[in-house]
């Protein structure tokens, strides 16, 4: 397999370099932040190169950063919530007794809301689990973010009035 992509040459040129820094006496070697860099690549497992290079690729074809995409992710989900928030106020409205539906788009629209919050707090999926979300997820109290807030307005409306 030839090395015929951008990304393959760079990895080249990455492993290139690395190796002109073992050329130094071992004693005399001070890494700057980018061989310090350049020397992690070379301990990196076959599976993290590949997700290191999706992030590159999702950056270039997405035309934006990584971080922006994921504050995206945030917004939808706290959409989501709102969503299960006006179900439940619907089924609460019905003629018939639907309170046991309601509770359950309720409790949904708490799961996602928290999982917006966990996910821009911890930036990661790890908690998605209901009972890790319970446990782990719970950011702490932080800054007043736009998610922050809106995150406190789906809670809002999921309360009853009173």
């Known amino acids: 397999m030839g090395c015929e992509t951008e990304a393959c040459g760079n990895l080249i040129y990455i492993w290139v370099e690395f190796l002109s820094l073992g050329s130094r006496k071992a004693d005399a070697l001070t890494l ?3 061989e310090e860099r350049l020397q992690r690549i070379t301990k990196l497992p076959r599976k993290t190169v590949l997700l290191m ?3 590159v690729s999702l950056e270039t074809d997405l035309s934006r950063p990584i971080l922006d995409s994921m504050a995206q992710s945030v917004a939808d989900r706290l959409d989501l919530a709102d969503e299960f928030v006006s179900m439940g106020q619907a089924l609460m409205r019905s003629r018939t007794d639907l ?3 309601a509770i359950a788009r ?3 629209a ?4 928290m999982r ?5 707090h911890f930036e990661g999926d790890d908690n998605q689990a209901h009972s890790d979300l319970s446990s782990k997820g719970v ?6 973010t736009t998610s922050n807030i809106r995150l406190t307005a789906v809670i809002s409306r999921a309360r009853p009035k009173t």
């Open 32 to 34: 700057t932040n980018t």
């Open 53 to 55: 290079r999706e992030g």
């Open 110 to 113: 708490m799961y996602h809301a």
């Open 139 to 144: 950011p702490p109290e932080t800054k007043r």
């Open 99 to 101: 309170s046991r539906a």
């Open 116 to 120: 917006a919050a966990s996910y821009q």
């Open 106 to 108: 309720f409790y949904y």
